[in-house]
């Protein structure tokens, strides 16, 4: 399943939470690094994650704006591109 980044945070602790969604918005994944792993491993545009690695979205405020954003980076970005 090929998921879109949809949101990134930074929090005092020098981590990163990465948030992924599927274009519907429907499924997600979420990962966290630290900022230091994150210079040798670039974040990209998009990953692929297996469905049962994921998490399903229930609220329909943040599915409809996972699904929003999801749509905007697949049209502006390839998959591998370093975001």
């Given at each position: 399943m090929r998921l879109w980044l949809?949101?990134?945070?930074?929090?005092?602790?020098?981590?990163?939470?990465?948030?992924?969604?599927?274009?519907?918005?429907?499924?997600?994944?979420t990962r966290q690094a630290s900022i230091?792993?994150?210079?040798?491993?670039?974040?990209?545009a998009a990953i692929d994650r297996d469905e049962d690695d994921t998490d399903r979205v229930?609220?329909?405020?943040?599915?409809e704006r996972?699904?929003?954003e999801a749509e905007r980076m697949a049209?502006?970005?390839n998959p591998d591109d370093e975001i």
């Open positions: 949809v949101s990134r945070e930074y929090d005092t602790r020098q981590t990163v939470t990465l948030n992924y969604a599927s274009v519907d918005g429907r499924r997600s994944y230091e792993l994150l210079q040798r491993k670039p974040i990209t229930d609220d329909d405020e943040r599915r996972y699904a929003a049209g502006d970005h």
